[in-house]
């Protein structure tokens, strides 16, 4: 049994399912037999979407909670983030990049007596995405593209596209890649909605128990193909408020858990270890309203959006941009909120050092908020405007509430006037997929892609699964970079659109951060991926000693 806490913390934050009392475990007892407490991994994350294990209904939100259960047909490489084999052993292209042939790896197993992975099993799950209600990431993707799949024997997968097409792997990767195998006899037996309360994959961990909303539990899977847990046992629990994570921290109830702010300081003297994941994530607010006229967030006279098809329109929703990205004192938020782990240079959305075409003279906008009262006058709009943000706590950006608040403190101050609406992130998630949000603005923290503009293709083109900057303008050059084979030239027109999109302002820019997370003494050491926010690689947690 843990220690239970010994202080009444309450969850506090937007999203937050239940709350820590006094004498309450952060683990329930009521369970099966648990291993012993020096083989268990106890993890907090802050943050999970709609705790949808499936590829064909979730989004990386999840990767957090489930990607321990699942293996990847493609590994990364831990430091350099490039591809290395998993389930699949290798694959290449034919037919010019309209065929793509998959090999997997002989012998590997599904959890619990599911039988051997073999070929129709990834063709099932990738035939998920057909579904027309299939809301996961790369479901668009899949839905224009896929012509057929043909299994012509167990352990090969050859998928036939309508074009060429040169992303697919980095559909199938870890992390990035949504499409996690699931074993189609037991979809077919069980039903989707009982699958996803017991997910079965082929991962290091099994998945055992779990309560929807607070924690679930995991064991090792015995001489795992690829690497099996020094942990016997994985709980991942789910608790936004970081106070309550740095509590179950220093009690040794949590193992591993992100601190930031005051709470980096606070957990270094108390004698905590402080893991780092350098530049990970790129902060900015969505200003949503900036989408298609078929969507229901569509707001032309939203004085941030414009309207596309009036030129003046579209200047001063410009200016407006721009006077929002000026108003915010980004060095305050990187120093005061982020404790110097971040920076503010060099910034375009969903750009990172080691994509080809990065520029170091994208400059974050300086805090100018005379300019920025300036240019609110010169777009009609002296006396301001009312926005609509949600202060709440995001997968990507667990601190949202905070950043929220300061950005909004800031935009006060040249006469924006924001309304704060907090919603869970849960119910919010789902609406920003179907730009049903109200124009709601909010924090936003990217994830890396293998080219950025395998992000824009699902977040800014206006057939892409997401908006999360604007969407509509930029379908024709997203297009012409999908269609260009040359890596060299490709990265070329990625550079160019990264600039309009820089030069656009359409989100306000708040920096590249770093995400830390805090380890008690019974962790040695962790494998994570470079680049990546979230929590990742469970079973390359080594014990100490």
Request: charged share 25%; with cysteine.
């Amino acid at each position: 049994m843990t220690r239970s806490l010994n202080r009444r913390a309450f969850l506090k934050r937007a999203g937050a399912a239940t709350a820590v009392v006094v004498g309450a475990p952060l683990i329930a007892s009521t369970r099966p037999a648990r291993a012993a407490a020096g083989d268990r991994l106890v993890v907090a994350v802050g943050q999970w979407g709609t705790e949808t294990p499936f590829a064909w209904r979730t989004v990386q939100a999840e990767k957090p909670l489930w990607d321990c259960i699942y293996d990847p047909l493609i590994q990364r490489d831990p430091k350099t983030f490039e591809y290395r084999p998993g389930l699949a052993t290798e694959w290449k292209p034919s037919n010019e990049l309209k065929t793509w042939t998959f090999k997997l790896r002989s012998g590997v197993k599904f959890h619990e007596g599911w039988g051997e992975l073999t070929a129709e099993d990834v063709k099932f799950t990738v035939e998920q995405n057909l579904k027309p209600d299939a809301g996961g990431g790369s479901s668009p993707f899949f839905r224009m593209q896929l012509d057929r799949i043909e299994t012509p024997d167990k352990l090969t997968v050859v998928m036939h596209f309508k074009t060429r097409v040169w992303e697919v792997p980095s559909l199938f990767t870890q992390f990035v890649g949504y499409q996690n195998i699931v074993p189609k006899k037991y979809l077919e037996t069980a039903g989707e909605e009982k699958a996803a309360l017991h997910p079965i994959g082929t991962g290091p961990y099994r998945h055992v128990e779990g309560r929807q909303g607070d924690f679930h539990r995991f064991e090792t899977v015995a001489n795992h193909w690829r690497k099996t847990p020094d942990f016997k046992e994985l709980v991942i629990r789910r608790i936004p408020d970081p106070a309550t994570r740095l509590t179950g921290l220093r009690a040794g109830e949590i193992d591993i858990g992100i601190v930031f702010g005051d709470y980096l300081d606070q957990a270094a003297k108390s004698g905590l270890r402080l893991h780092d994941a350098t530049n990970a994530a790129c902060y900015w607010v969505i200003l949503s309203g900036q989408t298609t006229s078929d969507k229901e967030d569509y707001c032309p006279a939203c004085p941030w959006a414009g309207d596309n098809n009036d030129p003046k329109s579209r200047e001063n929703a410009r200016k407006v941009r721009l006077a929002m990205n000026l108003a915010v004192n980004k060095k305050a938020i990187i120093s005061a909120l982020w404790k110097g782990k971040g920076s503010e240079t060099p910034f375009s959305y969903y750009y990172y050092p080691f994509h080809k075409g990065y520029r170091a003279d994208w400059k974050i906008p300086p805090y100018d908020p005379e300019r920025a009262k300036k240019l609110l006058a010169e777009a009609g709009y002296a006396g301001g405007f009312e926005v609509r943000v949600n202060p709440m706590v995001m997968v990507y950006a667990l601190d949202g509430p905070d950043i929220m608040e300061a950005v909004a403190l800031d935009w006060e101050k040249v006469g924006i006037k924001p309304k704060r609406f907090p919603e869970m992130t849960s119910t919010f998630g789902p609406k920003s997929r179907n730009r049903k949000t109200n124009k709601t603005h909010w924090v936003y923290g990217s994830p890396p892609f293998d080219e950025p503009v395998l992000a824009w293709n699902r977040i800014i083109h206006s057939k892409g699964a997401f908006n999360l900057l604007a969407e509509g303008p930029f379908d024709e050059d997203i297009d012409t970079i999908m269609k260009e084979f040359d890596v060299a030239k490709r990265a070329t027109l990625t550079s160019a659109l990264g600039q309009k999109l820089y030069d656009g302002y359409y989100g306000v820019m708040l920096g590249m951060k770093s995400i830390t997370w805090a380890m008690t003494r019974k962790v040695g050491g962790w494998q994570s991926l470079a680049y990546v926010p979230l929590e990742n690689n469970y079973e390359y947690v080594s014990p100490a000693g």
